[in-house]
């Protein structure tokens, strides 16, 4: 008759999950969370707080924000790629810093001042500048 030590089979399995706990710390730590590429996978959209010519860390001073002026933004990202008919300015090849993130920077204007920033995909940015302008400034109306 075979006897099997409880006290043997609890010390192999704390042995066991101790050596399993390293690995999947690790498997946890080497793939961050990349929160705004899965966002823009899904989307087709970020919003962006600021935008930076470079990626270099000293070019925080140079970063573009809502309330920047339009003469800034030009000045510090230099010519549009493409303006839309409502003024919006798209920017291509821009990367959203720490993500996998890549696409098209929008900045939209309000009086001459940033209103928003975002990041768009291609697909998005395609939309943007094939939809005719009365569709975007058209505003609906619901009645009764």
Do not use: C
């Not at 969370?33 to 962006?48: H, I, M, Q």
């Not at 930076?52 to 860390?57: F, L, Q, S, T």
């Not at 697909?123 to 302008?133: H, Q």
């Amino acid at each position: 008759m075979n006897v099997i030590n409880t006290a043997l089979i609890r010390a192999a399995a704390s042995g066991a999950s101790l050596l399993l706990l390293p690995v999947a710390a690790a498997a946890r730590d080497s793939v961050p969370a990349d929160s705004a590429a899965r966002l823009f996978a899904a989307t087709g959209f970020v919003p962006v707080k600021a935008a930076k010519p470079y990626r270099e860390p000293d070019s925080v001073a140079y970063a573009i924000q809502v309330g920047s002026w339009r003469a800034t933004v030009a000045d510090r990202l230099g010519r549009p790629s493409a303006v839309l008919e409502d003024g919006t300015w798209l920017y291509r090849n821009f990367t959203v810093d720490e993500s996998l993130a890549h696409g098209t920077l929008v900045v939209q204007f309000d009086h001459g001042d940033v209103s928003r920033l975002s990041l768009v995909s291609p697909k998005v940015e395609a939309a943007m500048l094939t939809s005719p302008a009365n569709e975007k400034r058209r505003t609906l109306v619901a009645s009764k």
